[in-house]
């Protein structure tokens, strides 16, 4: 059971990241109230793939806030839709995941504890989805909601790397201080970059509402100082985090070393999250490079998150502890 609480742990993360970047697409293509309602859709709860499906005073049946809905697009209310059904997906793979937990009770309750944690994060996650619903968007409420979904994947991942039967011993590093100071300082850095991102795509909500999908291309030159406190700390945050691969280079013997495998990947993501943030800023914010850029920012987030554990982790995991 041990073994396939760790694999199982590991699709549910996989599957809040996808969460994540189907969130993204809702955003960006204006779909986030494609289901005026919530549970259901529409008041179905298989919503309509055309508009002779609804009754002929729909917008005002379904109104949110005493205003009248947009008018019904099939597209919109689908992806919607598939965005709540991979939230109740995830939200049973967190269940089972949590009863497979009952497993270590005995030896390690924190990782039972934290199964737990994860389990009732998803349901006020999945209320907190109810409320973004009808509070009609609020920026606020969705920013809240995505930055939850990122504490939820940190849990997940150090519940799942608790829950190895053995404390793993990392022999090939020659000054581990050298590599965990800028760990932390990237890491709060990648969390300081995030939270400026949701400030810029709360002001991209505000200016699109103003100006239109058909004036992205000027959607930047509306922007305050934020989007431009936000882009130039992307360079910051790609500085510290190459001072931190060459710090691993450094100090790691092998080439075999685990901390050299997830720091490659992480500059491979952190690569992909510069260019995907020079595209919006140059290409009038097309909508499929906005929930790339979101996936990307999160995954750098989870690739540090693991070597920091996999650097304390005789210290943060071992199960002696519990």
């Known amino acids: 059971m041990r073994a396939t609480y760790r694999k199982f742990g590991i699709l549910t993360i996989l599957l809040v990241y996808l969460l994540i970047l189907v969130g993204g697409i809702v955003r960006s293509t204006g779909s986030g109230m494609g289901c005026p309602d919530w549970p259901k859709c529409f008041g179905q709860w298989v919503p309509p793939t055309?508009?002779?499906?609804?009754?002929?005073?729909?917008?005002?049946i379904f109104e949110v806030q005493g205003k009248e809905i947009a008018d019904f697009n099939a597209f919109h209310t689908w992806t919607e839709y598939i965005n709540r059904l991979i939230g109740v997906l995830i939200g049973f793979a967190v269940f089972v995941t949590f009863v497979l937990s009952f497993g270590f009770f005995k030896t390690d309750?924190?990782?039972?504890?934290?199964?737990?944690?994860a389990f009732l994060l998803v349901g006020f996650q999945g209320w907190l989805g109810s409320v973004v619903v009808a509070t009609d968007l609020h920026p606020f409420i969705i920013t809240l909601h995505m930055l939850l979904a990122i504490v939820i994947v940190g849990v997940l991942i150090y519940t799942v790397m608790r829950a190895h039967d053995e404390v793993l011993v990392f022999e090939d590093l020659l000054r581990p201080s050298n590599i965990s100071w800028v760990l932390i300082v990237a890491l709060l850095f990648t969390i300081i970059q995030i939270v400026l991102g949701t400030q810029v795509r709360e002001a991209i909500d505000i200016v699109a509402k103003k100006l239109g999908e058909s004036a992205r291309e000027t959607w930047v030159e509306s922007l305050g100082?934020?989007?431009?406190?936000?882009?130039?700390?992307?360079?910051?945050?790609?500085?510290?985090?190459?001072?931190?691969w060459l710090q691993v280079r450094r100090n790691t013997t092998s080439e075999r070393s685990p901390f050299r495998f997830w720091t490659f990947w992480l500059m491979v993501v952190l690569g992909l999250e510069f260019l995907t943030g020079i595209g919006l800023g140059y290409l009038g914010f097309p909508a499929y490079l906005q929930p790339l850029h979101l996936l990307f920012g999160t995954a750098i987030f989870g690739f540090q998150f693991v070597l920091l554990l996999l650097l304390y982790y005789d210290k943060l995991v071992s199960r002696k502890m519990a």
Request: aromatic share 22%.
């Open 109 to 117: 309750r924190r990782v039972f504890y934290l199964s737990l944690f």
């Open 225 to 244: 100082i934020e989007f431009y406190i936000h882009r130039s700390f992307s360079w910051v945050l790609v500085a510290i985090n190459v001072w931190l």
């Open 50 to 60: 055309d508009v002779s499906e609804l009754p002929v005073d729909y917008k005002t």
